[in-house]
């Protein structure tokens, strides 16, 4: 039996994905075993991300600065745009360290089962980033379902007629899959995208 106060730290961290009761109540004693230490640690590092979260005003992406430490590197090249459907999308490809242009986060996918239309997304900033010249490509990086496929297609036509080149992740085979093993839809999009041997 614990007291209300380490129950809600408990019930808290709970909810957070990947952490379960179990694994939360762990959490929690470990915290109280060393509150003096890593208690008061992760209390000051989570107090200063609460007063410092911002929304990049150009990509949508969410950092501690606007604009946002991707937006603000001069390294990165502008000419390209990658656009995503969510913040967490953009975070796994610049973990990848492939990708060296500019992002673009759309804030979702267009879904008429939930009700989301073109304009509850950042569509009109991508148009005007796009429209203000400057960008040689967008990249669609939407996810490979049904939603993002459509919502892939629908940028594909607003950006036509602009000078740039628009591009779209290739789907297929996963590295390391075995054909045996794959559902006939990532099956239908690798003999699609086939190449030339060279
Ligand atoms: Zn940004």
Not at 10 to 29: D, K, M
Not at 133 to 138: I, K, L, P, R, S
């Amino acid at each position: 039996m614990a007291s209300q106060e380490i129950e809600a730290l408990a019930g808290a961290l709970a909810r957070l994905p990947g952490l379960g009761p179990r694994s939360a109540r762990r959490a929690v004693l470990w915290l109280v075993k060393r509150r003096e230490t890593a208690l008061v640690q992760l209390v000051d590092t989570l107090e200063a991300m609460r007063a410092s979260l911002v929304e990049c005003r150009e990509c949508g992406n969410v950092d501690t600065s606007d604009p946002c430490a991707v937006c603000a590197d001069p390294r990165r090249d502008a000419r390209q745009l990658c656009v995503v459907e969510d913040v967490a999308d953009l975070w796994a490809l610049d973990r990848a360290r492939l990708f060296t242009g500019r992002y673009h986060v759309l804030g979702g996918r267009l879904s008429a089962l939930d009700g989301i239309r073109p304009e509850d997304l950042a569509i009109g900033r991508l148009l005007e980033r796009v429209g203000a010249g400057g960008v040689d490509e967008v990249v669609l990086a939407m996810n490979a379902t049904l939603e993002g496929q459509t919502t892939a297609h629908y940028l594909a036509e607003r950006l036509e007629g602009m000078p740039v080149r628009i591009t779209q992740l290739a789907h297929g085979l996963p590295v390391g899959g075995e054909l045996d093993y794959l559902d006939e839809g990532t099956l239908a999009q690798a003999l699609r995208a086939r190449r030339p041997v060279t």
